[in-house]
Every structure is written in C-alpha cells, then in structure tokens.
C-alpha cells in the first residue's frame, strides 16, 4: 500500500526535527506544507506544493500523485496537535500515513519555563474560536495556540472581562528560533501589551509557579 509520511517539524529551529523525519524528507520526491515549514528546507530536486487554504486542493494533489511518487507532508510542531492530519485522516486509511512525532511548540514553551505539562489542559485560537475562558476556570495550567485574530492581548482582556484576573501569563514567540522571546506578565499586564507574533500563550494559576 502507498505511504503518505506527515512529519512534525517541531518550533521551527532546524536542531529540534527529528532525524527520522529529515530522512523522511530527504527520501520524498514532493514535499506538502505550509510557506513557513518548506522555507528552510532543502528542496533541490523535489516538487513542493504549498498549503494555503486549499484544503480539498491538498486531498486532490495528494490522491493524484501518492501511488507513484514519496510524498511527504510537513506540518509545524507535532502532527497530532492541531495540524492538517485529522483532515488527511477524513481523505486517507491510517496504514497510508506514516505520522512521525515532532515537538510541538508548546511542550516547548513548558521545557523553557522549566515546568512539568503532564496537568496541562491546552485549546486552539488559530483559525479557531475554542473556549479557551472555560479551560482556563477549570485547569490551572492551559497551553493556547494563536493566531493574528487572537493574539496574547486580546486573551487578556477577555479573560479580565470574564472577571478573570489572578493568573500569570507567559507570552512565547518565535519559540527555538534567535528571535525567541519569553514575557511574563499579569493578566492586566499582558490586556495592555500588544506587537507580539507567532506566539504560544500559557496561562497560570500562580502557585503552579511552586513546585
Ligand atoms: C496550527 S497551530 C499548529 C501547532 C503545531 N502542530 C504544534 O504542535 O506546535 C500553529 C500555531 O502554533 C504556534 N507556533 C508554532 N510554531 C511556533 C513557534 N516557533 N513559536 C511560537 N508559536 C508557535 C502558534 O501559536 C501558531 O499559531
């Protein structure tokens, strides 16, 4: 049976892919992903084919090309948080996927902040309206992806809106890359910050801080 392989590329940083998945990519003949993934990835030799918001485009190309050439789907971080799997799932059997693991940016995040995640409770903002309010009552640790629609401030403020205002927040950008940047802050802090990009937010309770 032919093998689509989705690969997790980790944060970013070449040092966090996995070798597996460099072979993976190596091996492939097509390489599918987003602009950001197949960026610094050498692709001499190979045909790329970039993921927008093309969803049944992908399923088409895929479908037309799988049975005689190494396709290789690239997605940021681990495949099984938030990526283009559970769509591939919809389109392909699980033995045509060969998933391997990345890191995703977030159990990075928790590694620099030095904290445990295994009690963490996680949602999505990007290109996604997750109840990230309700996570955060009921968890005293909530990882969130997001996006330019909901970047770290605007959660702020909704969680001051929501009356939400005894945590601890930790804005992470451009994770493992040399631009990386780590701030802390108060919820009201944060409500009153702004300019941040590529961001993972975690929000606390503050003893979470004691281990
Ligand atoms: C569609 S989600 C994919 C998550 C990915 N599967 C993972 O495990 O990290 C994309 C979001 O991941 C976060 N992200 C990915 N790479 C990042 C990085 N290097 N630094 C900060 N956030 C990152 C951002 O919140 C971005 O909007």
């Known amino acids: ?96 996927l060969r998933v391997i693991p990345g890191i995703s940016s977030l159990q990075y995040m928790y590694s620099k902040l030095g904290l445990p995640w295994e009690n963490a409770c996680f949602a999505s903002l990007h290109g996604r309206n997750e109840d990230f309010v309700d996570q955060v009552r009921r968890c005293s640790k909530v990882g969130l992806f997001t996006d330019s629609r909901w970047p770290p401030e605007k959660i702020a403020r909704s969680l001051m809106q929501h009356g939400i205002s005894d945590r601890l927040i930790f804005v992470g950008e451009h994770l493992s890359y040399e631009t990386e940047k780590i701030t802390r802050g108060t919820v009201a802090q944060i409500a009153a910050s702004g300019g941040y990009s590529m961001a993972v937010v975690v929000i606390m309770d503050e003893h979470e801080m004691d281990l």
């Not at 993934?37 to 037309?64: C, H, M, Q, W, Y």
């Open 1 to 96: 049976m032919p093998e689509i392989s989705v690969l997790g590329l980790g944060p970013g940083h070449p040092d966090y892919i996995l070798p597996v998945a460099r072979r993976e990519i190596e091996r492939a003949d097509i390489l599918v992903g987003g602009e950001r993934s197949l960026r610094d990835l050498d692709k001499r030799g190979k045909e790329t084919f970039v993921v927008r918001d093309n969803l049944p485009d992908v399923a088409r190309f895929i479908r037309a090309h799988y049975e005689r050439s190494m396709i290789a789907v690239i997605v940021s971080g681990d495949p099984g948080l938030y990526s283009i799997l559970r769509f591939l799932r919809k389109h392909f059997k699980a033995e045509e």
